[in-house]
């Protein structure tokens, strides 16, 4: 079976929804940084399991476990 494997950086707090229209099927997701809020990884994680590293405008504590990128 042929996975599709989705990925998305500098969001920045802000999801489209065209991005999430384009991410839909994917498994996994990968954010490759500037994630900028938590309820862009949770939005994402609604899809698919999501595998993110931590960019430059990720600070607080909900990004704490991130690796860096």
Do not use: E, K
């Not at 920045?12 to 954010?31: K, V």
């Not at 609604?46 to 931590?54: Q, S």
């Amino acid at each position: 079976m042929m996975r599709t494997i989705g990925a998305i950086s500098d969001t920045h707090g802000l999801l489209r929804p065209q991005a999430l229209a384009a991410l839909a099927g994917c498994d996994p997701i990968i954010h490759a940084g500037d994630v900028g809020s938590p309820d862009v990884l949770a939005r994402l994680g609604a899809l698919a399991p999501v595998h993110a590293v931590r960019g430059n405008v990720d600070h607080g504590a909900w990004s704490a476990n991130l690796p860096v990128t």
